[in-house]
Nanobody, 123 residues
């Protein structure tokens, strides 16, 4: 079974940057669309960014446009989320998830999830 592992979460000050990674070692990711989602305490999990299997299509929620960049390196079976100009409201556990087919903003469309990585933005 495909297993995803997120890494790169940390505590940073407002305005700081982090790069999250999502990788798998057992299977290739090149056939999957990838989504990054996040869940803050007491809130529902929300989609943040999505990328097609070949990286040709990307999408972002409005609140992170211009600050976050999703990318992938299929040769390394890794998807990245570069996060700049971080704000306290970006604090959450960040998850990556995969699905066969086109990217979807809906978390219910994703089959396999990682365990999450904590991002905390605080001074």
């Amino acid at each position: 079974q495909l297993q995803l592992v997120e890494s790169g979460g940390n505590k940073v000050q407002p305005g700081g940057s982090l790069t999250l990674s999502c990788r798998t070692s057992q299977y290739t990711l090149e056939y999957y669309a990838i989504g990054w989602f996040r869940q803050a305490p007491g809130k529902e999990r929300e989609g943040v960014s999505w990328i097609s299997h070949d990286g040709s299509t990307t999408d972002y929620i409005d609140s992170v446009k211009g600050r976050f960049t999703i990318s992938r390196d299929n040769a390394k079976n890794t998807v990245y989320l570069q996060m700049n100009s971080l704000k306290p409201e970006d604090t959450a556990v960040y998850y990556c998830a995969v699905r066969v087919g086109q990217p979807s903003r809906l978390r219910y469309d994703y089959d396999t999830w990682g365990q999450g990585t904590q991002v905390t933005v605080s001074s």
